[in-house]
């Protein structure tokens, strides 16, 4: 079976601290364009979105800064809860 992949509502400022975790993703984040937009993830990468979030968000002094990381964690672990129900199979 493959990877299950989620469509994520992300806003510009959102796009542009993902794509500083993880700068492989910089294409696909379209941070051209100003407005929302819906990314697909794979279910690999929205955990290591996650897991990289968590591990800024530690290390960062400014609450602004936190909020902003915790406001994307809480997005990418809705997704991931998302993406495990897809990928299970139904009982």
Same mark, same amino acid.
């Given at each position: 079976?493959?990877?299950?992949?989620?469509?994520?509502?992300?806003?510009?400022?959102?796009?542009?601290?993902?794509?500083?975790?993880?700068?492989?993703?910089?294409?696909?984040?379209?941070?051209?364009?100003?407005?929302?937009?819906?990314?697909?993830?794979? =279910?690999?990468?929205?955990?290591? %979105?996650?897991?990289? !979030?968590? @591990?800024?968000?530690?290390? +960062?002094? *400014?609450?602004?800064?936190?909020?902003? =990381?915790?406001?994307?964690?809480? %997005?990418?672990?809705? !997704?991931? @809860?998302?993406?495990?129900? +897809?990928? *299970?199979?139904?009982?």
């Amino acid at each position: 079976m493959s990877e299950a992949t989620i469509k994520v509502k992300l806003s510009l400022s959102q796009r542009k601290v993902i794509c500083r975790l993880m700068p492989t993703l910089y294409l696909r984040l379209m941070l051209i364009t100003p407005s929302p937009r819906v990314i697909m993830f794979a =279910l690999r990468e929205l955990v290591a %979105i996650h897991r990289r !979030a968590g @591990e800024a968000k530690d290390q +960062i002094e *400014s609450c602004m800064h936190r909020k902003s =990381l915790a406001r994307i964690m809480d %997005i990418v672990g809705e !997704a991931i @809860e998302k993406a495990k129900a +897809i990928d *299970s199979p139904s009982a």
